[in-house]
């Protein structure tokens, strides 16, 4: 069985809570990244995507100085490393999520994993599954 640390993708970008959404929009065009974790104290205590600056900032007249804690989401879903792929997969579909934070068993953030991680990974029947979750149509 491939392990989700075998596919995620390490060295992950982090953004504060404390960060401007200017920032954020900055470290992801850098990164060429759709979301950022968001760490404090050592702590993922959040998630801001490029959708959340948008539509929980720019719509409702948030300035680019405004705190990331502003728009990010605070309960974080999460994976660990050494959780089976298909396992990890199903739960993102359930979820209706296309991108987890990675976690070690001391629960400090090794890695992203992503549906084109799992796409690419070569687990078809996961990608496949996830897929149908997580891009089902509005």
């Known amino acids: ?12 970008h982090l953004a504060r809570p404390d960060q401007t959404l200017a920032d954020a929009a900055k470290l ?8 950022l ?13 490029d959708r959340d600056l948008v539509v929980r900032g720019i719509a409702l007249g948030l300035d680019a100085r405004t705190p990331v ?19 990890v997969a199903r739960n993102m579909a359930e979820l209706g999520v296309r991108r987890l934070p990675v976690v070690d068993r001391d629960k400090r953030l090794v890695g992203m994993v992503a549906l084109s991680n799992v796409a690419y990974g070569g687990d078809g029947r996961s990608a ?10 509005h």
């Open 28 to 35: 992801m065009a850098e990164a060429d990244v759709g979301s």
């Open 69 to 87: 804690r502003d728009v990010m989401t605070e309960e974080v879903k999460y994976c660990f490393d050494d959780e089976d792929v298909s396992h």
């Open 37 to 49: 974790p968001v760490s404090e104290n050592d702590r993922l205590v959040g998630m801001v995507t």
């Open 1 to 12: 069985m491939t392990k989700i640390r075998e596919m995620m993708t390490s060295g992950v």
């Open 128 to 137: 496949n599954a996830m897929l149908r979750g997580v891009a089902s149509p």
